[in-house]
């Protein structure tokens, strides 16, 4: 389960970023700029970020990216890591189809090897979270000639070049294909693809909680090609409703419910000169998951991480892939759940490195390519975050690290001797840098909290080369708003676990006065939403609302994340208790303030966070006045399998979690005003959670609000729904709290 992503990658994953927020109209003050309005925010560009998408070259020479000229042309660029020198790649009139008298759009790109050969995604189309089919095409450099990849028609997926450059791959109504790029020969590498048997793409569950959506890769020689291959037949279909016809149809989505069978999973290597395919032996259990997989920096063996079903075990596996014979070389066992790591090979494939909790915190520990344990190479009781490369000459590795505590994330280095933890980033906050191949240069996403994000060129050492894109405009508006900074607090539970929490108070804030407050949560497995990290437009919409008088917080229960493994894990088959109860006792803790009005508390929250917020609400005893839950879970009999297995086993495993956990045992118990809202087409958490609840309010003859957005998904957007969202929470909250 993952929030609506708003834009662009988030700096240190900071989850503000995504979150959806209450807000209220501010009042506009002269030389100011735009105000903060829900229009300025939602239905403009006043206070977009202006960062570019680079991609670095394979050589870390260069980085490239897309960028509109004067005359409105986008162009693709390719601008020298050490001078800074900027030249014309592809010039975006050139990329006129044959017959056509326009340019193509460029969603995407991908060079070849050997840089002769641009591979272009356009016409991009929507599937389930992003846009992953469209039309691919290929630029040659030498000719400068834009040629389609496939003269067959039906929307590709995932297209990459072979290592070589002389073929593409590609998947085309869920199966694989190869194309010959000179002759234009295509290849089906399978056949069996349909609508119950998926090849080289995956089903909806493995993309939602595993994040797998290009299920095939390309051997390192290019004679091979392995690949996912999902049978759904199992699958019971989930049937949205689309009402926009004189009789509604129904959209069936193959989806696992907690508990429910999910699809068989195999793995296959194709040989392409033979069309033989050696399937991978994943063992005799099949009820299994198959997180990540890739080549083992070798041409005749994979490696795979196997999770079983209750996901308390991840086996990483190498496999012949002429014999499809495994051998399981690693394994990492936890009482509660182990997260789908992936193994970092380097050293030609004779090392790698893998995270584990096993010591109650995420640390790195090396292997040989036999699965022998050499080391743990991170000290100390903090979290590593992300892995950002490994240095093979200066034999060491780049993370992302909790060393500072949960607020921030800074950039580190770790010797892979295991004895030395360098600092790299050099101000305080969190950044998100991309690496270049060669691990000389890394590009930062760097911000603070109340600052936005800015995009630098550094070297490895952690020292600026220069900045790519500074954000002025944006940094500029934000900075003439005047805005009084959050602060960080802490908060203690009943029995005495400290929470940490942010808080954002009018800028004229007087601590003699009382003021409502509005409590936003997400608080799922590892999340975080109190993070020295931009916000991007949620803290613009919380501060439109301390425009308006009102203190917003947030605050991170137990099961957050950062904090190691059994703060994190305390909630494993206990979903829900934990989290409502540190958000009741943080908002009594917050209403004792002296410039608090605890008469007047809301919670609101999105997806997980619309589940604890109706939770807390049912469960306040009248602490919070009003609450709202925007496409809330209910009850997690109804969400997917592996997810709410993760953390709560099967129904039948757990019964009395998943009775105890559900906000509809609840519901007859609300005091205070409650608005629920939910798109009629969400696949994520669906309609039906909402419905029940619904249900069980009414049997109470409790009276409640309801906003329903037909056939709009888990984002609630499009067009200008997010807008007339926005208003809705903005004029519900300004009556009820």
Request: aromatic fraction near 12%.
């Amino acid at each position: 389960m993952r929030f609506p992503e708003l834009g662009r990658r988030p700096a240190g994953r900071a989850l503000l970023a995504y979150l959806a927020v209450l807000v209220l109209l501010a009042r506009s003050l002269p030389g100011q700029g735009p105000a903060l309005t829900v229009h300025s925010i939602f239905g403009s560009r006043d206070f977009a970020n202006d960062l570019r998408e680079t991609e670095w070259m394979r050589d870390g020479t260069a980085y490239t990216y897309l960028e509109s000229d004067s005359s409105d042309e986008t162009n693709l660029y390719r601008v020298d890591a050490v001078s800074g020198a900027r030249t014309v790649l592809v010039r975006g009139a050139e990329l006129v189809p044959p017959g056509a008298r326009d340019p193509i759009d460029v969603d995407g790109y991908q060079f070849s090897r050997d840089g002769a050969k641009l591979l272009i995604y356009t016409n991009s189309v929507r599937v389930w979270r992003q846009n992953t089919k469209g039309t691919y095409y290929i630029w040659d450099f030498a000719g400068k000639r834009l040629v389609p990849m496939s003269r067959k028609s039906g929307y590709q997926m995932f297209a990459k070049l072979s290592p070589d450059g002389q073929r593409v791959a590609f998947v085309r109504d869920n199966n694989i294909f190869v194309s010959d790029l000179a002759s234009g020969a295509e290849t089906a590498l399978t056949t069996d693809g349909g609508d119950n048997v998926i090849n080289g793409t995956s089903d909806w569950v493995y993309e939602e909680e595993l994040d797998l959506r290009d299920a095939f890769r390309w051997s390192p020689d290019g004679q091979r090609i392995a690949f996912w291959r999902f049978d759904q037949t199992a699958v019971r279909p989930y049937y949205l409703v689309n009402a926009d016809q004189l009789y509604p149809t129904l959209v069936p989505v193959h989806y696992p419910k907690a508990g429910t069978p999910n699809s068989e999973v195999r793995i296959g290597v194709v040989e392409l000169a033979t069309g033989r395919t050696a399937w991978v032996d994943l063992g005799a259990d099949r009820d299994i998951y198959v997180a990540a997989m890739d080549f083992a920096d070798s041409p005749t063996e994979i490696w795979l991480t196997r999770l079983n079903r209750a996901q308390n075990r991840v086996d990483l596996l190498l496999s012949d892939v002429r014999s499809g014979a495994s051998r399981t070389i690693m394994t990492d066992r936890d009482s509660a759940w182990v997260d789908a790591h992936q193994p970092v090979w380097f050293d030609g494939g004779k090392q790698f490195l893998f995270a584990s909790e096993r010591d109650g915190y995420t640390h790195l520990y090396l292997y040989t390519r036999s699965g022998a344990l050499v080391r743990r190479l991170t000290p100390g009781d903090w979290d590593v975050l992300e892995v950002r490369g490994v240095d093979e000459k200066a034999r060491a590795v780049y993370v992302t690290g909790a060393i500072d505590g949960p607020l921030s994330r800074p950039l580190l280095r770790v010797g892979l001797d295991g004895k030395a933890v360098t600092r790299i980033s050099r101000e305080p906050g969190s950044h998100n840098p991309e690496f270049d191949p060669t691990r000389r240069f890394y590009v930062d996403l760097y911000s603070r909290v109340g600052v936005p994000v800015v995009e630098r060129l550094h070297n490895a050492d952690g020292s600026l080369i220069r900045s790519i894109a500074d954000n002025a405009k944006l940094a500029g508006k934000v900075a003439a708003l005047g805005l009084k900074p959050p602060e960080f607090l802490k908060l203690r539970t009943p029995d005495g676990v400290e929470l940490n929490a942010l808080i954002i108070k009018p800028r004229d804030f007087d601590p003699a006065k009382r003021y409502p407050l509005l409590m936003y949560v997400y608080g799922g497995p590892g999340s975080q939403t109190v993070l020295d990290a931009w916000g991007g437009a949620a803290y613009l919409w919380y501060q439109m609302l301390a425009q308006e008088g009102y203190l917003v917080a947030s605050v991170d229960n137990r099961g957050t994340g950062a904090r190691g493994a059994r703060f994190r894990k305390l909630t494993y088959l206990r979903l829900g208790h934990f989290e409502s109860a540190d958000q009741i006792a943080a908002a009594r803790s917050l209403g004792s303030l002296p410039y608090v009005d605890a008469s007047r508390i809301g919670i609101w929250g999105w997806s997980y966070g619309g589940y604890t917020a109706s939770r807390s609400l049912f469960l306040g005893g009248g602490v919070f006045r009003a609450g709202i839950a925007v496409a809330p879970v209910t009850d997690w009999r109804f969400y997917d399998t592996i997810y709410t297995e993760r953390y709560m086993r099967t129904p039948a495993e757990n019964p009395e979690g998943y009775d105890e956990g559900s906000a509809l045992a609840y519901a007859d118990s609300l005091k205070g005003r409650f608005l629920v809202v939910h798109g009629t087409g969400d696949d994520n958490v669906h309609f039906q959670n909402t419905l029940r609840l619904v249900q069980k309010l009414e049997l109470a003859n409790k009276q409640f609000d309801m906003r329903i957005y037909p056939n709009k998904t888990h984002s609630i957007s499009g067009g200008n729904t997010s807008e007339n969202l926005f208003g809705l929470l903005t004029d519900w909250l300004k009556r009820n709290l």
